[in-house]
């Protein structure tokens, strides 16, 4: 079975011959550039050369070929040719991160050093991100549709460009012929319509979106016809070498919901429901939601607007205990991720804790198909070489789908 019959087979809730694994897929199943760095010289010292930090607002490395061996995976990212701050991916230079480590970055990636000593991105003297001394990550503090409230008479929503068409026909060719990868893409925001409109103003955006129903409704009418021309767009351009379209919208704090089930239902069903009808009516592809948090009492909801696979399953949120959602909804839902808590055990924990909490997650997600294995979000800066390799190694000896 090759990779991407291994991920069709699990979407599909098939048996595969072994656990479909993701890493590096998507921006939200990577890995950082100071942990990779780490677990590089501990695995191939020889591999003296920089890599590529592909995600410089989450600092995420490009895991190279010569780390497949320790680093296996059965997806690849289609990423956009502009994946943070506005930035292409392109014209790649030297760059250090606060420890030293010798990364490569894009061309007109040009952070200054502020008086306090972080790390500021500016557009036209705006500052539009900010790393804190010796930090790991960008703040991202540039404003989006939702929190700028723009005047809805006069505001356009971007097209996919030719040149952003013609990179996404090119590289998925590519990654379709010369791999045997299922392929990942997401188009991102401003089609995240709830967190991912309100970034840099989410306290307002959220004021915006409970007391001005008639308006938030005209927004998303608005973006979801952009949505939906890009889709058409994308669809030209790629058609079936895509398999997986990823959609990321943070629905949940670690407690619970940002809104109620019926604000949910009344605001945001509707015109995700719309985009996600036109996907599953005239394409093959499935579509992936990234939403972190305490999704229980929506996930009902969540499913009736079209998502076929959750990820990251963050089980230590409450309500998301992992035979819970396995019984409940795995008929109805892909679980992708769900292995080890990042925010504890996989960064404090020992390596055989770390064992321990995702052989338990996979025996209870896996079986019966229906399950990819992926870290619980990104595998963070701070977690120890020996605890990665050994989440790696539970998922490389779990029973297969078939045999579980």
Known sequence: MTSRERILHAVRH???????????????????????????????????????????FQMLAEIEPEMSEHLPTDTVALNRPVVAFGIPNRDWKPWRLFDGTEVLVPGDFNPIRNASGDWELRRADVAIGQMPADGFYFDRLEKYPGALHPNLDSWS???????????????????????????????????ELFNGIGQGGFEDWMITFASEPNYVADLYQILTDAWIENLQLLHQAVG???????????????????????????????????????????????????????????????????????????????????????????????????????????????????????????????????????????????????????????ARHRPTSASA
């Open 157 to 191: 929503v971007p097209r996919l460009s030719e040149d952003e068409l013609e990179h996404y026909a090119r590289t998925a060719r590519d990654l379709y012929t010369n791999t045997d990868r299922a392929i990942i893409a997401a188009l991102g925001p401003p089609y």
């Open 240 to 394: 079936p070498r895509l398999h997986i379209l990823q959609i990321c919208d943070d629905f949940g704090t670690q407690r619970a919901p940002f809104l109620s089930v019926q604000m949910f239902r009344e605001r945001l069903l509707p015109a995700y429901k719309r985009g996600l009808d036109w996907i599953h009516t005239r394409t093959p592809w499935k579509v992936m939601l990234h939403s972190d948090g305490a999704l229980y009492p929506l996930l009902p909801s969540i499913i009736e607007m079209g998502v076929d696979i959750l990820n990251p399953v963050q089980t230590s949120a409450a309500g998301m205990d992992a035979k819970r959602l396995k019984s409940e909804f795995g008929d109805q839902l892909v679980f992708w991720g769900g292995s080890c808590d990042p925010q504890t055990t996989l960064r404090s924990g020992s390596p055989d804790a770390v064992a321990a909490e995702t052989r338990a997650n996979l025996e209870i997600l896996s079986p019966g198909g229906g399950y990819v294995f992926a870290p619980v979000h990104n595998i963070q800066a701070d977690v120890p070489p020996e605890n990665i390799l050994a989440l790696i190694k539970t």
């Open 14 to 56: 098939k048996p595969t011959d072994r656990l479909p694994i993701d890493l590096g897929g998507t921006r939200q199943s990577g890995i950082a550039a100071l942990a990779y760095a780490r677990l590089r010289r501990q695995l191939r010292p020889d591999l003296n050369c920089p890599f590529k930090v592909f995600d410089v």
